[in-house]
């Protein structure tokens, strides 16, 4: 295969799988970053089965899984009464993948591990605090302005997040919805395994205000944990975030009075969008620059992984580049847009009779080998990975 010269918008976890693959297979690479450091703001840390497949390709899986946590098993709960209403365990995939359980790895830590990989690599460039503002194209290849110059490529991957500028150079429609409530993340070394007998990643269901509790490394492997909370549609940015509204949610998932002080608070708007197209001639779009969608069931950042890794191996030569579109678009909405939704309602369903029929639904998947295995593999990725395969 004859190398490439291929430029990669955006250093996030994204961005650098996609810049390390092409890297790896010989072609020119050149990653480039608006800001100067790595956001390590909370938020992806679940990677699923079929993703770690790609960082063992990559050469990442060992270190990958040294700075996380693993977990075998998810959880449902009823929030209101503290019920425990259904276990999930990934080991019911061992056969379909090297790799049945999830790590808990914050993104931050892969893209540093990615950049600190393509700094070794004689034929990778890194440019940090190097924004880009504009693409064009013509038939011999792509031309990106930066604050500092331009480039020229034979193909751009636009891995720079959901207000994507590449995206947007290109016109191309983010199509979809934004929800009326934000999610906050609130981090604290409050141990909830210990204090609930919940496991390292759990949904509680509550018809008011659910919760949803991840225990993730934190840089120092000391380990914490993240409480993720709906917030009121009517409910400010400050109040949300107000000492007192913080302090009453972590009683409501339980936490003692003398024990409800917290590391970091952090706001996020929601959305449920994909790009109308992934693709414009030597453009490319990849993880939540093509779309994006609500945090529930971990698959936003995998799925964009996925995608980096198809594309690079698409443009290695491994297939027609119209396939990129034509597969992950589709992919998209089916795996990750109809999943995530479906999870939200799951959690926030109102109706007493609707929600214990959902609880059951889920005791009935939990305890039925078949239909157990089965949830696991679309909740995974698996499902679609393997289809693709
Ligand atoms: C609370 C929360 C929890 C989540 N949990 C999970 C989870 O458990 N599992 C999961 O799969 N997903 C999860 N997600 C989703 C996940 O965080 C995103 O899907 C992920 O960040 C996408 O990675 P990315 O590299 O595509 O984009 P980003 O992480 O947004 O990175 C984009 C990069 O591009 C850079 N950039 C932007 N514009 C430019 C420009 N003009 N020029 C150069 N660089 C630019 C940015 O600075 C940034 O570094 C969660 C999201 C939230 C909010």
């Known amino acids: 295969m004859q190398a490439r010269n291929i430029l990669v918008v955006g250093a996030g976890p994204v961005g650098t799988v996609a810049a390390l693959a092409c890297a790896r297979f010989g072609h020119q690479v050149t990653l480039l970053e608006a800001q100067a450091q790595v956001d390590d703001s909370p938020r992806a840390s679940t990677t699923q089965p079929p993703t770690l497949e790609i960082l063992a390709e990559l050469g990442l899986i060992d270190e990958y899984i040294a700075q996380g946590l693993m977990s075998r098993t998810f959880q449902f709960w009823d929030r ?50 190097t924004k880009v503002l504009e693409i064009a194209q013509d038939a011999t290849g792509a031309t990106v302005q930066t604050e500092s110059g331009e480039l020229r490529a034979d193909y751009v991957i636009g891995c720079d997040g959901g207000r994507s500028t590449v995206r947007k150079s290109l016109g191309i429609e983010f199509e979809g919805f934004t929800w009326p409530e934000r999610f906050l993340v609130i981090t604290t070394r409050f141990d909830f395994e210990a204090a609930l007998g919940c496991c390292y990643r759990n949904y509680m269901a509550d018809p008011e205000e659910w919760t949803n509790l991840f225990k993730v490394a934190g840089d120092d492997l000391k380990g914490r944990w993240r409480a993720v909370f709906n917030t009121r549609p009517d409910e400010s940015d400050e109040e949300a975030l107000s000492d007192a509204a913080v302090r009453a949610r972590l009683a409501r ?75 992950r678009r589709p992919l ?58």
């Not at 209101?80 to 830590?109: M, S, W």
Request: contains cysteine; hydrophobic residues 40%; charged residues 30%.
């Open 80 to 129: 209101a009464r503290l019920r425990l209403i259904a276990e999930f365990d990934f080991d019911r995939l061992r056969g379909e993948t090297a790799y049945p359980y999830v790590v808990q790895t914050e993104q931050h830590k892969l893209a540093l591990m990615g950049i600190a990989r393509l700094r070794a690599m004689p034929n990778a460039q890194v440019r940090m605090a």
């Open 253 to 327: 998932v339980y936490v003692p009075e003398a024990e409800r002080d917290y590391l970091h608070l952090n706001l996020y708007n929601v959305h449920q969008r994909v790009a109308q197209q992934f693709r414009r001639g030597r453009v490319f779009l990849c993880g939540d620059a093509a779309h994006v969608n609500n945090p529930i069931g971990g698959l936003g950042l995998n799925s964009g992984i996925h995608e980096a890794w198809h594309l690079a191996r698409l443009l290695n030569g491994g297939g027609d580049l119209d396939d990129y579109e034509r597969v």
């Open 332 to 389: 998209n909405i089916e795996y990750v847009q109809e999943q995530t939704i479906a999870n939200k309602k799951r959690l926030e369903e109102r109706d007493p009779l609707t929600r214990e029929k959902r609880f059951d639904e889920l005791r009935r998947m939990a305890d039925d080998p078949v239909k157990h295995k089965a949830f696991l593999m679309r909740a995974s990725l698996l499902e679609g990975a393997r289809r693709l395969e």
